[in-house]
C-alpha cells in the first residue's frame, strides 16, 4: 500500500534547524511526476514551501529562499527538508505531498496544493523565539 510518512519535526529555539523526512513507501519517488512540502499554521490556509518538479529541478517558495533546501533521495525513497534559521513564524504542520504519474488533475505550479493528489499525514514544527 501506498504512503508517505513524514518525520523530523519537533520543537526548537528561533535560529535553529531540523531536517523533515517523507518516506514513501509502496512506490518509488522515482515514479512521481512531483514531490513538495507544504504547511499550514493553525488558523491559517496551506502554503506551499518547496518541489522537486517532474524535470527533477528543486524549488523553494520566496519565503523560505536561502533558509529552506529541499533534496530526493531516490535511493532511500525520501524527500528531506532542511531547515535552517528558522523563525516563530516558521511554526506549522508540514505535510509531504505528491502529484502521481496516475493523476490527470491541472497543474497550477509548484506552490498550489491542488497541484497534488496524495499527502501525508504531517510532522509538527515549532519555533519559539
Known amino acids: 500500500q501506498e504512503q508517505l510518512v513524514e518525520s523530523g519535526g519537533g520543537s526548537v529555539q528561533s535560529g535553529g534547524s531540523l531536517r523533515l523526512s517523507c518516506l514513501a513507501s509502496?512506490?518509488?519517488?522515482?515514479?512521481?511526476?512531483?514531490m513538495a512540502w507544504f504547511r499550514q499554521a493553525a488558523g491559517k490556509e496551506r502554503e506551499g514551501v518547496a518541489a522537486?518538479?517532474?524535470?527533477?529541478?528543486?524549488r523553494v517558495a520566496d519565503s523560505v529562499k536561502g533558509r529552506f533546501t529541499i533534496s530526493q533521495d531516490n535511493v532511500k525513497n525520501t524527500l528531506y527538508l532542511e531547515m535552517n534559521s528558522l523563525k516563530p513564524e516558521d511554526t506549522a504542520m508540514y505535510y509531504c505531498?505528491?502529484?502521481?504519474?496516475?493523476?490527470?488533475?491541472?497543474?497550477?505550479?509548484?506552490?498550489?496544493?491542488?497541484?497534488?493528489?496524495?499527502w501525508g499525514q504531517g510532522t509538527q514544527v515549532t519555533v519559539s523565539s
Open positions: 522537486v518538479e517532474d524535470n527533477g529541478n528543486p
Open positions: 505531498a505528491t502529484r502521481q504519474t496516475t493523476y490527470a488533475g491541472i497543474y497550477y505550479g509548484f506552490l498550489d496544493p491542488r497541484s497534488y493528489n496524495y
Open positions: 509502496g512506490y518509488s519517488v522515482r515514479n512521481y511526476r512531483s
